[in-house]
T-cell receptor, first 110, second 110 residues
């Protein structure tokens, strides 16, 4: 079944740690996105990619980085986590008329 | 700047009909999408309007008026499982990014 996968689903870490949130897809999307969403709030685009070796920053300033070496894989890395990074991170693929989301990673930084 | 306005909360009775409005002010416009998100879950796509008029998908319909910069989502025969947050999102021109509204929390009472 074609889908978008994210791991881990939940992560609790200490300040200063380096973490990578994984996102993979079997849907063949060229365009992929990372969103940050606090509970009950809107989605904010933090990174996007139009294809292999293409990455751009979104509207929300973020201290994270992304890579797109393969179409199927779009990981997000935080070099030094801080409590302000506590949020839900959603990975999506698709285009302007429909986006498909992974289940999300709920990150808590202590 | 870009902005989308939708009510923060709407309450309705099981079996009834509810309409969630969305007005937008964006520098470009390609289409209006609607997504549903249950608490703790990820957004799921409901509908997309690229042209003026009504799109119907089962119990859900979506309407767009480009001249009024306005759209709405109509939910009929409400069920308890429809309790969720509903987000409108605008795609601007051809850059494939979405601008998201803050979401409308739909509360359904028996």
């Amino acid at each position: 079944e074609a889908d978008i996968y994210q791991t881990p689903r939940y992560l609790v870490i200490g300040t200063g740690k380096k973490i990578t949130l994984e996102c993979s897809q079997t849907m063949g999307h060229d365009k992929m996105y990372w969103y940050q969403q606090d509970p009950g709030m809107e989605l904010h685009l933090i990174h996007y990619s139009y294809g292999v070796n293409s990455t751009e920053k979104g509207d929300l300033s973020s201290e994270s980085t992304v890579s797109r070496i393969r179409t199927e894989h779009f990981p997000l890395t935080l070099e030094s986590a801080r409590p302000s990074h506590t949020s839900q991170y959603l990975c999506a693929g698709g285009g302007y008329n429909e986006q498909f989301f992974g289940p999300g990673t709920r990150l808590t930084v202590l | 700047g870009q902005s989308l306005e939708q009510p923060s909360e709407v309450t309705a009775v099981e079996g009834a009909i509810v309409q969630i409005n969305c007005t937008y002010q964006t520098s470009g416009f390609y289409g209006l999408s609607w997504y549903q998100q249950h608490d703790g879950g990820a957004p799921t796509f409901l509908s997309y309007n690229g042209l003026d008029g009504l799109e119907e998908t089962g119990r859900f319909s979506s309407f767009l008026s480009r001249s009024d910069s306005y759209g709405y989502l109509l939910l009929q025969e409400l069920q308890m499982k429809d309790s969720a947050s509903y987000f409108c999102a605008v795609s601007m021109d051809s850059n494939y990014q979405l601008i998201w509204g803050a979401g409308t929390k739909l509360i359904i009472k028996p």
